[in-house]
Nanobody, 127 residues
């Protein structure tokens, strides 16, 4: 079992930056791929970015490619999402997620491949 806790959300003006963190506890996160997803009001949860167990594979949604950077520090059991050039349409609750241990060496985009989820952190981008 693994527990995930996001932090770093907040209110930022368009064009600004934020860094989200996701701390994992309960077991080492290095055995799991991890990802970020977001859900805006009235919309379904969508994929943002994912990173493989080793960090060697990263994937991004087209809407954030070139603006967001996902990374992880397995020694600290923590994953990050650096968000730059933020837009009002990036406003959402951001969730981190982890796959089951040993599930894959890839970085899945499908939320149904993730078993563990954090509670979410709100990101609001004002215009």
């Amino acid at each position: 079992q693994v527990q995930l806790a996001e932090s770093g959300g907040g209110l930022v003006q368009a064009g600004g930056s934020l860094r989200l963190s996701c701390a994992a506890s309960g077991r080492t996160s290095s055995s799991s791929a991890m990802g970020w997803f977001r859900q805006a009001p009235g919309k379904e949860r969508e994929f943002v970015a994912s990173i493989s167990r080793s960090g060697g594979i990263t994937r991004y949604a087209d809407s954030v490619k070139g603006r967001f950077t996902i990374s992880r520090d397995n020694a600290k059991n923590t994953m990050y999402l650096r968000m730059s050039s933020l837009k009002p349409e990036d406003t959402a609750v951001y969730y981190c997620a982890a796959t089951p241990a040993g599930y894959t060496y890839d970085a899945p985009k499908n939320q149904y491949e993730y078993d563990y989820w954090g509670q979410g952190t709100q990101v609001t981008v004002s215009s």
